[in-house]
T-cell receptor, first 114, second 111 residues
């Protein structure tokens, strides 16, 4: 597709379950970002990949959060032992190259933890 | 930690009115971007400003980057109902490895 694709669009899980969120970036985009957006707030940075290398994971809120991009294309954000405070929209963005270029966002995965 | 504060948080105006949204920080950013986000969708980039004092116009929208690259404003002239949405400012760091977003301004333009 032409844009960033995220799946699933909606995910409901019980507290304590593990979840995996997928991001398909725009073809050829080197950089990939994950953000967390709580209801009524702006997105907050979670982690950044350049190709398959995770260069910055300073925004991951706890060691229950793990992201990977093994082949430098598709990325997965995994959350283990989910908590209610993990409920949010998780946004993925990709960028063609360097820092001055724009980030293109997917429509997000809305995660609800019951 | 870099923070961006947006004001106002909410704005409800009548069609045809003008408005300004502000984005302020105590930190210097290498670039400042404005996004618009519709419900259920990801943010869509409106503009990027990189030079202190820079002004960019996009139809009825005027964006300004402060001289010290710590603040920015978005001015909309003659607002229309189609302008309704969440407006987000985001600052880029020198490394280009993240965007710091403001909390957003939710704009409603009533016909």
């Amino acid at each position: 597709g032409a844009g960033v694709s995220q799946s699933p669009r909606y995910k409901v899980a019980k507290r304590g379950q593990d979840v995996a969120l997928r991001c398909d970036p725009i073809s050829g985009h080197v950089s990939l970002f994950w953000y967390q957006q709580a209801l009524g707030q702006g997105p907050e940075f979670l982690t950044y990949f350049q190709n398959e290398a995770q260069l910055d994971k300073s925004g991951l809120p706890s060691d229950r959060f793990f992201a990977e991009r093994p082949e430098g294309s598709v990325s997965t954000l995994k959350i283990q032992r989910t908590q209610q405070e993990d409920s949010a929209v998780y946004l993925c963005a990709s960028r063609l190259g360097g820092g001055s270029q724009p980030q293109h966002f997917g429509d997000g995965t809305r995660l609800s933890i019951l | 930690t870099q923070l961006l504060e947006q004001s106002p948080q909410f704005l409800s105006i009548q069609e045809g009115e003008n408005l300004t949204v502000y984005c302020n920080s105590s930190s210097v950013f290498s670039s400042l971007q404005w996004y618009r986000q519709e419900p259920g969708e990801g943010p869509v980039l409106l503009v990027t400003v990189v030079t202190g004092g820079e002004v960019k116009k996009l139809k009825r929208l005027t964006f300004q980057f402060g001289d010290a690259r710590k603040d920015s404003s978005l001015h909309i002239t003659a607002a229309q109902p189609g302008d309704t949405g969440l407006y987000l400012c985001a600052g880029g760091n020198n490394a280009g490895n993240m965007l710091t977003f403001g909390g957003g301004t939710r704009l409603m333009v009533k016909p």
